[in-house]
């Protein structure tokens, strides 16, 4: 039997507004038919980035408490269709990390096709992966790079990944979203009273 190809995630981004996990939570509602194994939301106070996901549905992952205490005016959100990786919490998205510049989380809609390659190099020199995701294969190239500003980071480990995605990315203080370089994969810039959404 061949295996099923499955090529949807659904990322969500808010900027700016003081409901900001709300409308992550009601983003990832509207986007469930592109993922029902896992779903999270990220969200940032300007300190220090919260998290919480699990298995399942949008609607039976999060209450209204578990909202609550995802503070902040910046968050993203992911619901995980899985392309790579197995379907366990350990998959979930969005992914965050420590690392010396600070907290990073990222949610992925797509598929690296340089993933493994990419991988088995970060290994040698030393990186630990947590996940099966090809996800987690930015990351490792972010924390990695030299370069200051996370602008620079993202730009950076990108230029050495191939595939069609998209992804939102939470700093403690912004909100970054990309489209790989040929815009397969969909990704959409708007307006709400007080901020913006991805």
């Known amino acids: 039997m061949v295996p099923e190809i499955h ?22 509602y509207a986007l469930q038919h592109r993922g029902q194994e896992s779903a999270g939301i990220a969200s940032s106070d300007g300190e220090v980035i919260i998290f919480h996901k699990g298995m399942g ?3 039976d ?8 205490k995802l ?21 979930a998205q969005p992914f965050v990390v420590d690392f010396e510049s600070g907290s990073i989380a990222i949610s992925h809609n797509g598929n690296l096709v340089n ?9 040698v020199e030393g990186s630990i ?23 620079d980071r993202i730009v950076d480990a990108l230029s050495r990944v191939r595939g069609a995605y998209s992804l939102v990315f939470l700093t403690r203080d912004k909100l970054i ?8 994969r969909p ?7 007080g901020g913006y959404v991805l």
Do not use: W
């Open 57 to 59: 549905l949008v609607a």
């Open 7 to 28: 090529e949807e995630c659904g990322i969500f981004g808010v900027y700016g507004h003081t409901e900001a996990s709300n409308l992550v939570y009601l983003g990832l």
């Open 129 to 151: 992966f947590q996940s099966t995701m090809d996800t987690e294969v930015i990351v490792h190239l972010i924390a990695r790079s030299r370069l200051e500003r996370i602008e």
């Open 187 to 193: 990704l959409v810039f708007g307006k709400i009273k």
């Open 115 to 123: 993933a493994q390659r990419l991988k088995r190099g970060l290994e």
């Open 61 to 68: 992952i999060f209450s209204e408490e578990i909202l609550a």
């Open 71 to 91: 503070p902040g005016n910046l968050a993203i959100g992911h619901v995980r269709y899985s392309t790579t990786g197995t379907s366990e919490l350990k998959n």
């Open 177 to 184: 979203g990309v489209r790989d370089p040929h815009g397969i």
